[in-house]
Structures are given as structure tokens and as C-alpha cells.
């Protein structure tokens, strides 16, 4: 098992015939992924990736075609949000959307919309999840994957995948590994995904991945302490060194007013029950300590 | 983005919101001529601010009054003299000074736990909303927006009931309003009022009546927004700016200048973050946080190359790629061609990971740049290089950078 | 029993202060509705109808002070849709908008609120409900009730009166009485409160009192024909004569595009079982022929 | 309230929605210089258009083309001496005559049942939408804007593809959004652009290109929320107006002239509807529909009193109070001194229930007033009364009221 993608994805790529679009959508593709559709208005009936994917229109026409019932959204930041709006109304159950650089207002309405149809919405600006050997949606590169027990959860793009790849290295297997996002709202926060893992007999131990600014590692840990008592936990926070009032490249990343810092989320998870490494490449070793074996 | 008082106040005005005169003034006479102006309106004394985008200046002395057009040119002589964290003054806000019978706090910015506007206020006004937070954290009113329809009149009200300002409701009501539609109409991060103050005025009858001014204001633009409120570009203090910031946002790269001597190249925040942290782990000092973001183009590269060289402090520079899906033999090429076109050379260590890194690592050590696998090794590596260099020799001063 | 209004009403009247609001909670108290508390921003602390009902600045610190479910709103046009809101969020969960001239626009984004939180709205520009011996809300003037077992609902004010006269003059009592109001955007429609009578095992018949524009009547046709077959039900719908493009008073009483006329109001009421009365006047008579007794 | 065709694509370009250039001419002289300049312009034909609040213009002779100014002038003449549906042609709208490819139609307006905003539209445009309705219910595409955000893009998008305009998207997506823009801008009920037409226009270096263009509009706004929009008040015509209509408003009375004789006074909308009904079903003919509103203020009653008996046809006048709350003494003591104070007398025959219904009776049994307990027993008297005043005398033609 897993959570958010897996055998049972059906994705449809929202922005399929964009460059980035066409490019994920080949990789997730040939990782075995499960892309049933492509949509892009205004070139419904055409084919992309090679002829291999048909494009709809609208999301609804896809979702009626294929039965999609996963979306990853590729659309430029001034459409994403009406993307998202629009996988929603059209019954998709799980939305990625990787674009990057989405106002934080605008999300507001979006992410209330979302919860209020009570579908699920992981980002803007994330990487996506892997659930190794089932299925890819997003940006993570395939390879870093191995499959196994650990759930992974990060706010970061590439400090994911050095973590990732350490544990792989390390002979540790994920079963899913799922990055939410930077941006100041996102549709998921470590605490939702922490709650899918705690529900998912195949996910044994916990990585979480933060950085500085804003206080969803504080309430991933409070969360941890009560709910994931009983599994092994190794946490990891970027941005030790990084100094107050200034915004590391993210809107996230900024530590203001005393508020933020790697030192309070590093007691917070240690309190919690959190191994803390201070490397990405100590994670593996930490996990190991903590019982995990593959 | 951060924009000066006067400027967030401009925003607040262009809402309706109460906000008192002001000029902007550069030199000392400018400042003097502003004052006659408010002293010649009826105004007792003026109030001169330095206008810098940290806090703390009331502390540095940057705020200080003025009864006559003579000692508000004096103020406004010591004040464009100081430097505040780093900064120097370079101008001055001249306003009427106003008669304050209460102060408060009002501010409306993204609250991301609940992912929603968060409207906070207090009636311990023209004090850090961290200290009232820290002290009494009940004296804070919060209300969030909603998410559809902004903050609503009920939300309004319960905040100015909460802030014991029921005999000014309607205004109260207006200003708390104004701030959450100053936010929206701006994409703004956060829109804060400290103080909003209760001020007693002398109506045109002799009568003195009171009401509710934004005295201070401070806003933030969500850079994410900027593109699609191209007036508020021109908000952007490039007095404040380092030239090398101008020339990383052209580049669409994240760079922060820090004051270290290992300078970073990473292609994402968080690994750009962490990076600096292992050298710090390995006894180095980050001479910056720098973001090349996805895909690491050759141009990229290149103005990443430039930007990290033109910091004289930079003695080693420590290149973290963690490729995914970039080919690393193109990365490598880019870094020797980018820093074939620099003038200046200075030891670099090279990590690069993901799709033919291995040839990669072919391509740069037959160009003799050291290379690691790990990111422990590359920071170790760096800190050693720099270490060899030695003391800084005859750098320029960072200030000269500025 | 009853629907809406009854024994376990605990009432905050919104805008109490006002010349409305004050005297029709004054008609309120002395029908024998358990009126609690009123509400006026910036009064909060002062006694209204003459001392008796505590004013408060806020509908959540009046629910807190006195436990009131149910809301009636006098508030002017302009601060009425707010009003709703704030008892929404203030928990209320029955309220009664009487205020009149609400802007059509306005009230879209506040019924989707009410719905969202799960709340019932009845109104705007409704005279409100009466559960004759049990309490009235509204401007619903007493007097003209009787206790008893059919339920009225009506788009109209005065047209409700005369109809609940004749019922009463004839010895017929009611259940309740519920005037939904006439804008084009009403919290509650007829099939909303046909629902509610349905589900009321006190209430024996139903008498539906409609008017010209619109599809309502129809649509509460199309409901009883399947939800109140077993019941008697009688009808009058106003606006025989009335020309068509022309509205007549309401924003709601228009014909247009030659749909909303009373004729294809009469038979979708009369294929649905009404007995359709041609005066208010002969509805106690076509109830008796139906079955109704007292 | 309805506005005419050229207020209506005031608003519709207000938005930023494509309506072609146009000039409004009171008599065939202003018609011809407005044809003119667009000939001057460019145009081959201009359109002359009828500007009258009432539809089926078209089937009346009031559309017509023109290919020279002499043929605009005469168009125009003969256009403004027509009397569409009883209102006589006062205005034309003149416009250069677009070379149409295909016509749709789009409409935004409320929707009571869905309690939103509903965007209709149809690749069968210039007929009416109820035809199309009845014909091919499946050829008109509905989508209900968001309650909160209005229109959304992806939902313009869809109609867009259900009406075949995918090689126009762009444009399509913005005419839709654009229409419920100007509905929440102005608080419309309906605005209905009908036809929306695919044009081809000539470029400048003589390429032909197809664009949609908004050629008819038609908007009604929602008198309720006039009040906020002062601006559109102007665009009340009151060319079309009957004076005492003005007069109504000014009361906050619901009037509206029939064509019978027996005058109607009530309060309530659906009161006053039945009132008509059954004096219908008594045998005879309403001359109004009038609600006084609520509370049955005396000065309301007076101008009541003076609408009715300013229609020379009523012969009786029916009064309908449910007082409810009212005091029906106060009512009919304020009927009595209004009646006074007219020149012209009718019979007059009176129901009131409420409190002190049976004073309100005495007092006016007293004065010779004709009453009823029942509405049936009221109308029957009524229609009585009028028929024992016989047939019309020399009154006015109804026609010189207007």
C-alpha cells in the first residue's frame, strides 16, 4: 500500500501540451504510472507524449473519457488556480499542482474550495509524491526510488530527493515519498500527510523534512507525539544557519520576529519524539538506529 | 517585497484610509521646507522619520520631533546622518505631529496554518505585536477572513469591540476593512498599522473631536504577485538595494548575501539552505544563500558565477547540483565555461548528482576542479580550499559592494 | 409540533434598537415568544422593549449570554446580508431576514454561506413564521391565527394574512405558518419548507400560497406530487390578470418570455393534487372537501 | 429596470467587451451625420435600430440597413414615426452593419431556483432564447457561476466549446466572464448580448479576420440596488416613462396602469394581484396594479389617491388594507381626507381588516364610503359601482397620459 498515487491513480496532466507538462508527463510515463489523459484547452482530440496520451479540452470530458481521478497540474501560474478549481468541479479526488509562483491570495479561495468539496490538493510549487514502483506524479526523478516502509514528507524540492537518495543508497525502501510545498498556502500540510501515514499499515517509519519559517513543522510535531507514538521518526530542518528577515529563496523560508527558527522546530520534533539529523546523509543511519531495517 | 512607510502609506490613502500628511524629504532643507508647509497649515510640531526598511529605528533615534522649521531641519540633519542595523539613512518622512490619546495595534497578513487572511489587534498599540504576544497573549484579537468575501462588517465590529473602540465603531470598522482590502488590492504579505491611534484634532469651531489615523505603516508585496501590479515595482527602494540583488532577480536567482567567505551555488532553497549549514558544520562561514532554481541553465549558471565573484569576501565556491532529471555533463560544461569567463578564479568544489554524473565528474576534474559525492565531503572540501587561500588579502570593504 | 418556530425557540431579534425591530418584537414577547436577547452594534449592555430584552453588541455574545437558536433580522438593506452572516457564524441555526430591498447579487454568496454551514435561512423580505400558540416570528400579525394542523406556506405577506384569516374565521387552525418571502434569492423555497412539513407529524394538510414569476410553484408541485400524496392540499396562486413584462411589486412577480404565468402554475399545482382555490376565501371550503376537520 | 440598447453597451464596453462603435439619433437629420462619419469611417452599410423598451422590434420594421446617408436619413424617418407595441419610437441607434459569419447567443442572469448567477448560451443566436428553449433544449449550454468567485475561466471555457467557439477561446472566455462582470458591477438581472456574432472585418493590409463582437445587448438592472448606483439612474428613459410612474417612485408605490375602470388600492404585492383577480372574476376590469407597502402611511394613501384618479378611465375605486398591525382607523381617516382633497370624486368602496377594523368601518359608513368585509364582497361591490357610473364620459385617450 500507499498513500495519495498508486495502483489505483488514473492521472490526468493538466497543461500536457506545455514544455514541462510534455516533459513529467513522458517520465512519469516510462516510471509505469498510471496517465490515462492530458488536457489542454483548445487542443482536445490531439495526442501528446508521442501519441500516447489522449488530450481533452476540459477536465470533466477527461475524467468522463479515462475516469481519471488524479490530476497534476503543470499550468502556468496565472491559470493554476483556476485548474485547480476546475479538477475539483470535474470530481478529481487528489490534485497536484507543481506550478510555482502562484500569489498567496489567490490560493485563499482555492484551498477553501478544495476542502469544502472535500477533495485533496498537495501544493502549489511541490515536487509531487512517489510511491516507489507503483506510480509518480510530479517532478521527483524516478531513480532516486527504492521501494519499502518509510513515508517521507518534505517542504523542499531537491533536499527531498538528497534524502531520498540517501536512503536508497542506504538500502532503505520508501512507500511513499510526498513533498508539499514551499509556498506560503498549500493545500497540504505535514499534519494531513502525517494523518494519511498514520493510516497506511505499509508505511513503518516517518522522515520529515523542513525548513525555517512559519510553525507547520511545530504542529507536525505536536500532531507525531500523539498519533505516530509507536513508529520510528527521523526529521531533518534546513536553514540552521540562515539569519532572521531575510526570505530564503521561498516565500516560506524567512524567519521574522523571533518566530520560525530551525532551533524551536528542532526541539519541537525532538520533544515529539523526532530524531533530528544534522546532515540529510545521517538520516539513513538514524533511521536504522531507530529499528528500521529495510 | 518591503516598501517604505510612505509608501505603504500610499497604499493605505488609495483605500480611503485615514492616514495624516506627509513628504518625503532627502536633505535637510527639503525637510525644513516640508515642516513650513505643516507648520504654515496649523500643525504645533512635526514629527521627522527615517525611512529604512528594518525596525527598530524609533531605538537608533531615527524618529524625533520638531516645534520650529530650524530644529526640524537640525533633527532631520542627525537623522539622515545615522545608520540603522547597517543601513544608512538616506531619507526622511516629515509629517504633523499628531495628539495621541490611545494607541493601538492592527494588522492583516497570510496566516498559513489556517490559510487564511488573519486580522490581528490589540489595544497595547505602538509596541512589537511580538512582545503584547509574548506578555499577554490575550490581549490579541484574531479573526480570520473569509476566504470568499474578505473580512466581513461583523468580523470588523468584533474587532473594534475587542480593542474597546465602540465609540469609534463605524471608523474602526472602515480601517480594519481597509486594511484586509489594501492587502487584496495590492497582493500584499502584510499590511500592519502600529500605531493606530486615537488622536484629539481642533474642529473648525474650537471644538476638539477625536479619531482613528494610521500613524505607521508597513507593508509587504508578495513578490509571487509583482509581475501583475507592474506600479508597484516603482515601490522598490533600490537605495536600500545591493546591485548585486537587481542583477539575481534579472536572472531569476535567489541570492542573499551573508558575510562569509565560501560562496554557495545550489539549485533549490532548501538544499541551497542546507548547504550552507553543512559548511557552517564543517567550521566554514556561507558568503551567501544562493538559488539557482530549476533546470540549471547555462545562463543561469553564468550569472550565478558572477554573482558569487563580485563578493570580494568569497575565497572558495561550493557548487551543489542536485540534477534529477538535468543532465550533469551539461551543468559541468556551463560551470567551466562560466568560469573561463571570469576574470577572477578561486578554488571550486563541485557536486553534482542525478543523470550522467559521472561524466560529469569526468569533465571537471580533467579541467582540475575538485569534486565530491557527498555533500559532507563538498562542504568539507570547500571549507578546506578556503582554508588554503588564506586570510583575505587586500579585499575592497563589503559596503563598497552595496 | 411544529416546524421553524415552537416551544424550544430561544430568539435574538437583530436590529431591536430600530423603530421596526423594536416594535415587532414588542408584538413578539407579548405573542408568548420566548424573545431572549437583541442585538445592535454599539448598544450592547442596554434593555430594549421597554426593559425587557438585554441588547448586545454582538450576535455570538448574545448566544453565549442567553443560548438563543433562532434569529429574526430588521436590519436596514445595506447591513442585512451581513447580519446573516454573523448569525451563521455565530451558530444560529433558524433565521428569519425580514428586512426588504436586499440587492439580488447580495444574497448569492450569503445563501451559499448558509447551506455551507448548514444552517437554514428564511427570507429576505419574508413577513416570517407563526406556530400559532407556540411562538411567532416575524411581523406576521397574531391575531389571525388558530392552533391547529395545516400548514401554510406563502411567497406573499398580506396575501398570507388573508388566506390564515379565512382559514381561522372557518374554525381551521394551523401548524405553522411560513412566509418565505418574494425576492428572486430566498434562503428557503417552497420545497424547502414542504420538506419540513412532511417531516412534522402534526401537520395533517398543507395550504401553498404562490404567485405569478418564477418556477417555484412549480417545482413544489413536482415535490408534493411524490413527498405529500397522502395529504390534502389546497392552493391559491395570485397574479391570474397580471400582464406580462410587467413586475408587480416584488422583483419576483414577473412574467416573462411567456414563462411564470398562473395558468402553468394552477396545473403543475392541480396535476399534483392541489385543490386550487380561486379566491383566498374559498381555501377553508376546498380544505374541508379535502378532509380537514378542525 | 430596463435600459435601452445603447446604455446597455455603454456598460457591456465598460467591462472591456468588444460592441462595435455607435450613435444614438433623435431625428433622421442626426441620423444621417452619425451614418456619415461611420461611412467616412469605413463602412459599407450601417444599421438603423429602433431604441424601445419592448422586444420584437425587428418583426415591427424597426431594424433596418442603409448603404448611403440619403438611405440612413429615410431608414431612420421611417423608423421613428413607428409605434412599436404602443410605445412610439422616439430614438435609433446607428451603427456601421457588421459582416456577420455566424450568430450565438449569451445571456448572465439570476437564477431563483440554483440561487446563482446562470450563463446560458447557444450556437443558435439572433432568435429568442425561448424558441430555441422549446425547439432544442439540448443546443443551450448552462453553467452556473460560482456563488463566490462569479464566472471562473474554466467554466467560460466550457460554454465556449459547447458553443463551438474553441478557435476563439480567448475572446470567448473573455465575453462570458465579461457579461457576469457587468451583471455584479452594476447589479444587473439580466444581461443578454443577443446576437454575440462572428464577424470577419478586414485588416489593415487587407487580410480578412474573424472576431466576436457583442451586436445587441440588452440589460435590466435590479431596482433594489439602484440606490448604490447613482450613476445609472440616468439611464432610466424616461421618454418611455408614464409621469405617474415618476410619481409612484417618489412614494415608494408599486403602480402600474391597466386598462380597466375600477381603481385599486392595496398593500401588499400579492394582495393586490388577487385584488385584481377577483375583481376580474367579478366582472370587471382592474385599471391598476398598486401596492402601497407597508404601514399605510397617510401621505402614502394621499398620493395613492391622486395616481388612481389621475387615470381618467377608473370609475370606482377598490380599497384592499390588511392591516394586520395597522390601525384601520388611522387608515380610513387618511382615505377620507385624501379624497377630499381630489377635484374629481368616484365611488369608493372600502375593506379593512385589522385592528379597529369596525371603528374604521363606522367612521367610514359615516361618510357616505361604501364598505366590505370580504375581498369577494369588496370586488363584487366595486365593479357594481363602476358599472352604475356607466360608460366612459369624454375622458382623456389614454394615450395624452403618457
Known amino acids: 500500500m500507499s498513500i495519495?498515487?498508486?495502483?489505483?491513480?488514473r492521472l490526468v496532466v493538466q497543461g500536457i501540451t506545455g514544455r514541462e507538462g510534455e516533459f513529467h508527463a513522458r517520465a512519469m510515463l516510462e516510471y509505469g504510472t498510471p496517465l490515462v489523459a492530458g488536457v489542454t484547452p483548445g487542443k482536445g482530440g490531439q495526442r501528446a507524449v508521442d501519441g500516447r496520451v489522449p488530450v481533452f479540452d476540459t477536465v470533466a470530458e477527461a475524467v468522463e473519457a479515462t475516469g481519471a481521478n488524479t490530476s497534476c497540474i503543470f499550468v502556468p501560474a496565472a491559470g493554476a488556480p483556476d485548474a485547480i478549481l476546475e479538477a475539483v468541479a470535474a470530481g478529481i479526488g487528489t490534485i497536484f499542482c507543481i506550478t510555482e509562483g502562484i500569489p498567496a491570495l489567490d490560493m485563499i479561495p482555492v484551498v477553501a474550495a478544495v476542502e469544502a468539496a472535500g477533495a485533496r490538493l498537495v501544493g502549489p510549487n511541490c515536487p509531487g509524491a512517489t510511491s516507489p514502483g507503483e506510480a509518480k506524479v510530479g517532478i521527483i526523478p524516478g531513480a532516486i526510488h527504492r521501494p519499502g516502509r518509510v513515508g517521507v514528507v518534505s517542504r523542499s524540492g531537491t533536499l527531498t530527493y538528497e534524502a531520498v537518495q540517501a536512503m536508497t543508497d542506504a538500502g532503505i525502501g520508501q512507500s511513499t515519498c510526498v513533498g508539499i510545498g514551499g509556498d506560503p498556502i498549500v493545500g497540504s500540510s505535514f499534519v494531513d500527510v502525517l494523518r494519511l501515514f498514520a493510516a497506511d499499515p505499509e508505511t513503518g517509519a516517518i522522515v520529515l523534512i523542513g525548513e525555517i519559517g512559519g510553525s507547520a513543522e511545530e504542529e507536525a510535531a505536536a500532531w507525531a507525539a500523539d498519533h505516530l507514538a509507536d513508529r520510528p521518526k527521523v526529521a531533518f530542518v534546513a536553514g540552521r544557519t540562515a539569519p532572521e528577515g531575510r526570505r530564503m529563496g521561498h516565500a516560506g523560508a524567512i524567519i521574522s520576529g523571533g518566530r520560525g527558527t530551525a532551533a524551536s522546530k528542532v526541539a519541537a520534533l525532538e520533544a515529539a519524539g523526532f530524531l533530528v539529523a544534522s546532515s540529510p546523509s545521517e538520516i539513513p543511519a538514524l533511521l536504522r538506529s531507530a529499528g528500521v531495517r529495510d | 517585497m518591503k516598501i517604505q512607510e510612505a509608501d505603504a502609506k500610499s497604499l493605505l490613502a488609495a483605500q480611503g484610509l485615514p492616514v495624516?500628511?506627509?513628504q518625503v524629504a532627502r536633505d535637510p532643507s527639503a525637510a525644513?521646507?516640508?515642516?513650513?508647509?505643516?507648520f504654515a497649515a496649523g500643525a504645533e510640531r512635526v514629527v521627522v522619520k527615517a525611512q529604512v526598511l528594518v525596525g527598530g529605528r524609533g531605538k537608533a533615534g531615527g524618529v524625533r520631533l520638531a516645534a520650529t522649521p530650524d530644529e526640524a531641519e537640525a533633527v532631520a540633519r542627525a537623522i539622515l546622518a545615522l545608520t540603522i542595523k547597517g543601513i544608512p539613512v538616506r531619507k526622511v518622512l516629515v509629517s504633523p505631529a499628531a495628539d495621541i490619546v490611545a494607541e493601538y495595534y492592527l494588522a492583516a497578513l497570510v496566516d498559513r496554518s489556517a490559510r487564511r487572511i488573519l486580522v490581528m489587534g490589540s489595544a497595547e498599540g505602538g509596541v512589537e505585536i511580538e512582545e503584547v504576544a509574548a506578555r499577554n497573549p490575550a490581549a490579541i484579537v484574531r479573526i480570520h477572513a473569509d476566504p470568499y468575501l474578505g473580512l466581513l462588517d461583523w468580523q470588523a465590529r468584533r474587532i473594534a469591540f475587542a480593542l474597546g473602540l465602540g465609540a469609534h465603531l463605524r471608523e474602526a470598522v472602515a480601517i480594519a476593512k481597509g486594511l484586509v482590502a489594501t492587502m487584496r488590492a495590492n497582493d500584499a504579505d502584510l499590511v500592519e498599522v502600529n500605531p493606530l491611534a486615537l488622536v484629539r484634532e481642533v474642529g473648525p469651531e474650537g471644538i476638539p473631536t477625536e479619531r482613528l489615523v494610521c500613524l505607521d505603516a508597513k507593508v509587504t508585496l508578495d513578490d509571487s504577485a509583482l509581475p501583475r501590479h507592474p506600479e508597484l515595482e516603482a515601490m522598490r527602494d533600490l537605495d536600500e538595494e545591493d546591485p548585486v540583488d537587481l542583477e539575481a532577480r534579472r536572472h531569476d536567482i535567489s541570492y542573499i548575501r551573508l558575510d562569509g567567505t565560501i560562496g554557495c551555488m545550489v539549485n533549490g532553497a532548501g538544499l541551497a539552505m542546507t548547504t550552507m549549514d553543512l559548511v557552517k558544520r564543517a567550521g566554514g562561514?556561507?558568503?551567501?544563500?544562493?538559488?539557482?532554481?530549476?533546470?540549471?541553465?547555462?545562463?543561469?549558471?553564468?550569472?550565478?558565477?558572477?554573482?558569487?565573484l563580485a563578493d570580494p569576501n568569497v575565497r572558495a565556491i561550493l557548487v551543489n547540483i542536485f540534477g534529477g532529471i538535468t543532465r550533469g555533463d551539461e551543468v559541468a560544461r556551463g560551470l567551466l565555461e562560466a568560469r573561463a569567463a571570469q576574470a577572477r578564479t578561486v578554488p571550486m568544489v563541485v557536486r553534482i548528482v542525478g543523470t550522467n554524473a559521472d561524466e560529469a565528474r569526468r569533465i571537471l576534474e580533467a579541467a582540475d576542479v575538485e569534486t565530491a559525492t557527498s555533500l559532507d565531503e563538498a562542504a568539507a572540501k570547500a571549507v578546506a580550499a578556503a582554508a588554503r587561500v588564506g586570510p583575505m588579502a587586500a579585499a575592497e570593504p563589503s559596503e563598497a559592494n552595496r
Open chain 1, 4 to 9: 495519495l498515487v498508486g495502483r489505483s491513480t
Open chain 2, 20 to 22: 495624516p500628511p506627509w
Open chain 2, 32 to 38: 525644513r521646507a516640508a515642516a513650513e508647509r505643516f
Open chain 2, 285 to 308: 562561514e556561507p558568503a551567501n544563500f544562493l538559488d539557482i532554481g530549476g533546470g540549471a541553465r547555462a545562463d543561469r549558471v553564468a550569472a550565478a558565477m558572477r554573482l558569487i
